[in-house]
């Protein structure tokens, strides 16, 4: 892929680069992040240590997968960023859909197609010196999903073929640009102005779920969306509650 010809297809604003192989995008833009001065999207043609919450793994194929990470600065502290990867969720759901492709989301962070993960989102932050927040927003987007990259992820995960046949660095202009506005309107907004769409692309919506925090579960009950605060509201026999994100996974209750 050519850093300048995704930054010449997209809107301006954002700095490109692209490099053919890198452990994790993520972790490369967190450490560049306090000589950082303006946003930047960092693309892996090739990850090979993808990572996800809590120290899981992103499994990729170079010819297979779309990588890559934004770092974005906002004004104020972390606690501001609350509900960013699903704010971002809803970015990558609603440029997908443009694009032909229609996804679920599943809470906190994942994209579904098929009721099988087709992205994952992970956000970091770092403080900057200013008082200001870097958010570095790793994407994972699998466009082919081979059997064997499936056997090694261990559970039904999804491709689009649709996109893999799309040019990469178009594909890659599109989803900077629809990110780039939906970083805009929260740091104008916050989640608020993600919340609603969230709720329409809920995956689980009024299905029975369980929480789980490291293997235990915390919670169950019947999903019922999230709020403001991109807290997942579930309906238990105790009454609603809001489960804050942190580490917990969420299952389907079978
Ligand atoms: P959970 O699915 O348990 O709620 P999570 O949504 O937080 O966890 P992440 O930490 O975001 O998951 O992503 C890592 C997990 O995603 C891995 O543990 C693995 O199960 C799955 N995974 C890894 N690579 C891929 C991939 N390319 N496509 C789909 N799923 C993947």
Same mark, same amino acid.
């Given at each position: ?141 699998? *466009?082919?999903?081979?059997?064997? $990259?499936? !056997? +090694?992820? #261990?559970?039904? =995960?999804?491709? &689009?073929? @649709?996109?893999? /046949? ?12 629809? *990110?780039?506005?939906?970083?805009? $309107?929260? !740091? +104008?907004? #916050?989640?608020? =102005?993600?919340? &609603?769409? @969230?709720?329409? /692309? ?20 019947? !999903?019922?969306?999230?709020?403001? =605060? ?25």
């Amino acid at each position: 892929m050519n850093a300048e010809r995704i930054a010449a297809l997209a809107g301006p604003g954002v700095a490109v680069e692209v490099v053919a192989e890198t452990g994790s995008t993520n972790a490369d833009l967190l450490a560049r992040a306090a000589q950082q001065c303006g946003p930047l999207l960092l693309v892996a043609e090739h990850q090979s240590a993808g990572r996800g919450r809590a120290g899981r793994s992103w499994l990729s194929s170079s010819e297979g997968s779309l990588t890559f990470s934004l770092a974005w600065r906002f004004d104020g502290g972390p606690h501001r960023l609350s509900g960013l990867p699903l704010a971002v969720g809803v970015a990558l759901g609603d440029a997908l859909g443009l694009l032909g492709v229609q996804v679920a989301l599943k809470w906190p962070n994942d994209v579904l197609k098929d009721g099988a993960k087709l992205a994952g989102i992970l956000v970091e932050t770092r403080c900057a010196a200013d008082g200001g927040t870097w958010a570095v927003i790793g994407i994972g987007l699998n *466009l082919a999903m081979p059997d064997d $990259l499936e !056997a +090694r992820i #261990g559970r039904s =995960a999804a491709g &689009a073929p @649709w996109l893999a /046949r799309m040019d990469r660095e178009v594909l890659m202009a599109k989803l900077l640009d629809a *990110l780039s506005a939906a970083l805009h $309107l929260f !740091a +104008r907004s #916050g989640f608020g =102005a993600f919340c &609603a769409r @969230w709720n329409l /692309r809920h995956a689980w919506q009024g299905e029975t779920v369980t929480v789980i925090d490291n293997g235990a579960v915390v919670q169950e009950g019947l !999903a019922a969306g999230v709020d403001d =605060a991109g807290r997942l509201l579930l309906d238990t026999a105790a009454g609603r509650v809001a489960v804050l994100a942190g580490d917990v996974s969420l299952r389907v209750k079978t």
